[in-house]
């Protein structure tokens, strides 16, 4: 392993699992820290942590941990990955385990580059945009969890970290990886331990990545991937391939942001769909068996959807009812309890949706690490399991994904 990576949440794990794979890195993810898992040949391993809303100890408990396996198996430099609207509060988690990062590795310095432009997200003078908006008027200023109500970087991670924080601005990133080194000395030498880079085209990312190859330890979105594979002497060869799996095929969904509610609405216009309603599961009704028994008769003849998905209205009314809590957790357990009773009657390519949804069903189909296979849209590629029985997964965070995303993913051969 040359590579190894510590991501705070699963499919932002498997967004920057496949940007390394794009970048030429055999990587394999693993879910949580691999205890007793044998290393696969890989040059990257990433560690998919549930850290970005637990405690920050926890997090910061948990994101240790991540690297000490990692450097137990060798790996040479580490990626502390996380979301690219910086999704955090002002107690953590990004700072307290990046500063836990660099006191556990003896470093004295790192960068913190959230940008990713592929999918719109930007770092200028130091501040996050979405698309054209900064990061504290976009839809973000309203997550449930993290609400991002300030765009400016450096007041973020200052306020979450005990060291001081810098900015090398797009000028300096743009005179190339020279500069840069320049720029990061300097903040050192006058006691910074972090530098927010700009970046606004892949080509900052790159000569960011270019400049870091001295760092034992970064920090940043995917996009600050894209660079590091050319440091340890990779080049981009051609596209992933994973041995083709066999069986039947299905879609879960719990994701209920707007794209996920449009790719459900795209599938079940011509496709077989089954509807998980979480009140009638907090009513006692077993819409696992259900769902199981519309399936079975059905997978022979094709992929079949089911789905929690719903508007934001009809999740606002549940909630209402149960909670959030509860209505997630009832959704999810009885979407993992379908995801075992489908692959016990022969499916072997499943299509998830939803980040917490993905945790879930990984986690009742036992599955510990995958491997990254090709793309099907930006930030998603299809992975195959490393243990048996090899399924190929395609895990979906929310807001992923084209509209037919669904039909996309289960024509491509896995
Ligand atoms: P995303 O990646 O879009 O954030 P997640 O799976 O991470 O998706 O989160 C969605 C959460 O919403 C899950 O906890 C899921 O169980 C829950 N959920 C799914 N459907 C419903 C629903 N109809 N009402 C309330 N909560 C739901």
Same mark, same amino acid.
């Given at each position: 392993?040359?590579?190894?990576?510590?991501?705070?949440?699963?499919?932002?794990?498997?967004?920057?699992?496949?940007?390394?794979?794009?970048?030429?890195?055999?990587?394999?993810?693993?879910?949580?820290?691999?205890?007793?898992?044998?290393?696969?040949?890989?040059?990257?391993?990433?560690?998919?942590?549930?850290?970005?809303?637990?405690?920050?100890?926890?997090?910061?408990?948990?994101?240790?941990?991540?690297?000490?396996?990692?450097?137990?198996?060798?790996?040479?430099?580490?990626?502390?990955?996380?979301?690219?609207?910086?999704?955090?509060? +002002?107690?953590?988690?990004?700072?307290?385990?990046?500063?836990?990062?660099?006191?556990?590795?003896?470093?004295?310095?790192?960068?913190?580059?959230?940008?990713?432009?592929?999918?719109?997200?930007?770092?200028?003078?130091?501040?996050?945009?979405?698309?054209?908006?900064?990061?504290?008027?976009?839809?973000?200023?309203?997550?449930?969890?993290?609400?991002?109500? +300030?765009?400016?970087?450096?007041?973020?991670?200052?306020?979450?970290?005990?060291?001081?924080?810098?900015?090398?601005?797009?000028?300096?990133?743009?005179?190339?990886?020279?500069?840069?080194?320049?720029?990061?000395?300097?903040?050192?030498?006058?006691?910074?331990?972090?530098?927010?880079?700009?970046?606004?085209?892949?080509?900052?990312?790159?000569?960011?990545?270019?400049?870091?190859?001295?760092?034992?330890?970064?920090?940043?979105?995917?996009?600050?991937?894209?660079?590091?594979?050319?440091?340890?002497?990779?080049?981009?060869?051609?596209?992933?391939?994973?041995?083709?799996?066999?069986?039947?095929?299905?879609?879960?969904?719990?994701?209920?942001?707007?794209?996920?509610?449009?790719?459900?609405?795209?599938?079940?216009?011509?496709?077989?769909?089954?509807?998980?309603?979480?009140?009638?599961?907090?009513?006692?009704?077993?819409?696992?068996?259900?769902?199981?028994?519309?399936?079975?008769?059905?997978?022979?003849?094709?992929?079949?959807?089911?789905?929690?998905?719903?508007?934001?209205?009809?999740?606002?009314?549940?909630?209402?009812?149960?909670?959030?809590?509860?209505?997630?957790?009832?959704?999810?357990?009885?979407?993992?309890?379908?995801?075992?009773?489908?692959?016990?009657?022969?499916?072997?390519?499943?299509?998830?949706?939803?980040?917490?949804?993905?945790?879930?069903?990984?986690?009742?189909?036992?599955?510990?690490?995958?491997?990254?296979?090709?793309?099907?849209?930006?930030?998603?590629?299809?992975?195959?399991?490393?243990?048996?029985?090899?399924?190929?997964?395609?895990?979906?965070?929310?807001?992923?994904?084209?509209?037919?995303?669904?039909?996309?993913?289960?024509?491509?051969?896995?």
């Amino acid at each position: 392993m040359r590579l190894g990576c510590i991501a705070d949440d699963l499919t932002g794990a498997t967004d920057v699992a496949l940007m390394l794979q794009n970048a030429g890195m055999r990587t394999i993810q693993t879910i949580g820290v691999p205890a007793g898992l044998a290393p696969e040949d890989a040059d990257a391993v990433v560690v998919a942590l549930k850290s970005r809303t637990t405690a920050a100890a926890e997090a910061v408990a948990q994101s240790l941990a991540a690297l000490q396996w990692l450097r137990q198996h060798g790996a040479e430099q580490i990626l502390f990955k996380y979301c690219s609207t910086f999704d955090s509060t +002002d107690a953590g988690n990004i700072g307290p385990v990046a500063d836990a990062l660099l006191d556990a590795m003896g470093a004295p310095f790192t960068v913190a580059c959230p940008a990713f432009p592929t999918n719109k997200r930007t770092v200028y003078l130091g501040h996050l945009f979405v698309g054209e908006q900064l990061l504290s008027d976009s839809p973000m200023k309203d997550h449930p969890l993290t609400p991002m109500r +300030d765009a400016n970087l450096a007041r973020v991670l200052g306020r979450q970290t005990k060291h001081k924080v810098g900015l090398v601005a797009l000028p300096t990133v743009r005179q190339g990886a020279a500069a840069l080194r320049e720029a990061f000395a300097k903040l050192k030498d006058s006691g910074h331990a972090y530098a927010i880079v700009d970046a606004v085209a892949d080509e900052d990312l790159l000569a960011l990545g270019a400049a870091c190859g001295d760092l034992p330890l970064l920090t940043g979105g995917s996009g600050i991937a894209m660079g590091l594979p050319a440091n340890f002497g990779i080049r981009k060869g051609s596209d992933a391939a994973i041995a083709a799996v066999g069986g039947y095929a299905a879609v879960l969904s719990g994701s209920c942001s707007a794209q996920s509610n449009a790719q459900v609405a795209h599938w079940v216009k011509a496709r077989p769909a089954f509807r998980i309603d979480p009140l009638q599961l907090a009513d006692g009704a077993d819409l696992a068996a259900a769902a199981l028994a519309w399936a079975g008769p059905l997978l022979a003849a094709g992929p079949v959807l089911v789905y929690a998905t719903a508007e934001p209205d009809a999740v606002r009314k549940t909630q209402a009812r149960l909670g959030a809590q509860r209505a997630g957790e009832l959704v999810e357990q009885c979407l993992a309890r379908i995801a075992r009773g489908l692959i016990e009657r022969g499916v072997r390519r499943l299509v998830v949706a939803g980040g917490e949804t993905s945790g879930a069903v990984v986690n009742a189909l036992g599955v510990r690490a995958l491997r990254i296979g090709p793309q099907i849209d930006p930030g998603v590629p299809w992975t195959v399991s490393t243990s048996e029985p090899r399924l190929a997964l395609a895990l979906k965070s929310g807001n992923f994904g084209a509209v037919d995303f669904f039909d996309k993913a289960l024509g491509m051969q896995t």
